[in-house]
């Protein structure tokens, strides 16, 4: 089992990773779903500490049909973020008809060789999720699918999911469950589906507040509900 959790500051990732997180999502302004954040703090974030972080590469909400300085912009992040070291990438790109943009998801994945990748919730907005799917299996870079099966909710999202994780078996990339899942609502959800990696944001903070800080005993929490959840295999 796979928890991750999406974090904005170096102390909110240390709280993720005392409460049990196995990864942290580095993000900036979560009321518009994530953006790009300050990569002048990626060190103090690296050293905040020693669980995995995958960084947002998004410049701006909304949709997730870029202009080419948008595009370019996401590279020059990219670049910077492998210059970094120790930090790895969620991003991604459609085309106006809802599919996956693979000139430009090519651009972005050879702006950081040797990175993985997660490709986030613009995969919920395409147009056929199997074929999306099936389309990003042939980048070995792109380990992680973070998706709640094209519904509001992880949970209303539950069939789809499943369907995916079945499709995915034994091939990259993973499909990494979220939006909306909560403590009350994981159990159930985990085992209509059958996932192993769950995303985790809002639950993960006092009083399931978006705008509040990490509460490391709500992570606590979820990952008890994991690790039952994964004995009873």
Known sequence: MLLEIIACTPEEAAAAEAGGADR??????????????????????????????????????????????????????????????????????????????ESALAGLLNAGPG????????????????????????????????????????PEGAAVLAELLRRSAGRPPRILAGAGLTADNLRPFLDATGADRIHIGSAARFGGDPSAPIDPERVRTIRRILEASAGQV
């Not at 979560?30 to 954040?37: F, K, N, Q």
């Not at 590469?57 to 912009?73: A, I, L, M």
């Not at 070291?85 to 085309?95: A, E, P, Q, S």
């Open 115 to 154: 990175l993985a990748f997660t490709f986030h919730r613009a995969f919920d907005e395409a147009v056929d999720l199997r074929r999306a799917l099936d389309t990003l299996s042939v980048y070995p870079q792109v380990t992680d699918v973070l998706t709640s099966g094209g519904a509001p909710g992880a």
């Open 24 to 101: 942290i999502e580095w993000i900036a302004d979560p009321g518009v779903g994530g953006v790009t954040p300050d990569l002048s703090r990626a060190a103090e974030m690296r050293r905040a500490v020693k669980v995995p972080i995958r960084v947002m590469v998004r410049p701006r909400g909304g949709g997730f049909v870029y202009s080419e300085d948008e595009r370019e912009q996401m590279r020059r992040d990219i670049r910077r973020i492998l210059a970094a070291g120790g930090l790895d990438v969620v991003t991604g790109v459609l085309t106006p008809q809802g599919t996956v943009d």
